[in-house]
């Protein structure tokens, strides 16, 4: 694995404040009606994206994950302009506006969505990876669901499968504590998550989800594990989200007092703290840098607004591959 140094703090501050200013910017654009749907957003949970790409080959490793899914291609290279303009629904985006909030992709950059079924990239992932060992190509596929989709039959069949082919594949669950409304605890017998895999004889651990050097140590080793050969990892990164599960979420579930002690585990703000506790760079530094990245992100917004909007024909020119489809309106294909 790369070494982390000094450089690597400063990107990841970079990084990490750069996705919690664009999803601030995605919930106002949200209330203001330009962004339209689902909106599910990823603020508490940034240190997963920073610690796993940095564990990653980048070149060759591949994601998929579920809904909420805006800043992980965008830590894996996708250009974070077409991602808003794929939010605001233009031509312009990752999916040309018509996949929307939940259905980012990048074949590009190696990002396979982007998934709006509980669990449905959970088999998805297992059989990207199962091309990958099939064509001896020594790439792993790291598949990503939430606390509520490991309750999903599909994971205990992927599992399985997994482990009798020793797939390259790390399973992780992204788990901020809450299905939706619904706490882990209230939900299922096992309150360790990792231990689901455990019964399948899947190594599996459970991470500090707020902390990127800790995330980055474990699944650099779970990554090596499946390149060369031994198969599925099961990492329980233990994180917290600190908006609703999306935008029309009340949270009437859990407590001021809980989301505020949460907030003072704040994985940006505690790389803020090491930063100038080495005195790597000043307050003053760190403050130039975020009036920057707000400046960044605006010209995100710019760029989609500035986007036109797919025509009729240009959707059913990408959703069907065959020109003479039956159900086509003949009309607004031609």
């Not at 018509?98 to 959970?122: A, D, E, L, N, P």
Request: proline share 3%.
């Amino acid at each position: 694995m790369k070494k982390i140094t000094k450089k690597t703090y400063l990107k990841w501050f970079k990084d990490m404040s750069f996705w919690r200013k664009f999803e601030d910017k995605c919930r106002s654009l949200y209330l203001k009606q330009k962004i339209r749907g689902f909106l599910h957003l990823y603020n508490g949970q940034e240190a997963l994206p920073a610690g796993l790409t940095h564990a990653m080959d980048l070149n060759k490793d591949k994601i998929i994950t579920a809904y909420r899914c805006h800043i992980l291609p965008i830590s894996m290279g996708v250009d974070p302009k077409k991602v808003m303009a794929e939010l605001l629904g233009k031509i312009t985006g990752t999916s040309h506006g018509i996949g929307g909030s939940m259905h980012i992709f990048s074949k590009k950059y190696r990002f396979y969505g982007g998934h709006g079924i509980v669990g449905g990239q959970i088999p998805l992932g297992a059989g990207i990876a199962f091309a990958d060992k099939y064509f001896n190509r020594k790439a792993v596929t790291l598949t990503i669901m939430g606390d509520g989709a490991v309750r999903q039959g599909s994971l205990h069949e992927t599992f399985n499968m997994a482990m009798i082919w020793k797939l390259p594949v790390v399973f992780i669950c992204e788990n901020n504590q809450y299905a939706m409304g619904t706490s882990v605890k209230r939900s299922t017998n096992i309150k360790d998550i990792y231990k689901i895999g455990l019964s399948y004889g899947m190594p599996s651990y459970p991470v500090d989800g707020m902390d990127p050097e800790k995330i980055a140590k474990v699944a650099y080793k779970a990554i090596e594990k499946a390149r060369n050969g031994y198969g599925s990892t099961f990492l329980d990164i233990q994180t917290y989200r600190y908006r609703g599960h999306s935008m029309s979420d009340s949270e009437l579930y859990r407590s001021k007092d809980e989301l505020f002690l949460y907030k003072k585990k704040d994985p940006i703000l505690k790389l803020k703290k090491i930063i100038l506790k080495n005195k790597w760079k000043t307050i003053k530094n760190l403050d130039f840098i975020e009036k920057k990245i707000k400046k960044e992100v605006d010209f995100c917004v710019k760029f989609a607004e500035n986007s036109d909007i797919p025509s009729l024909k240009n959707m059913y020119d990408y959703v069907y591959n065959e020109s003479n489809y039956p159900f086509l309106d003949k009309k607004i294909s031609s």
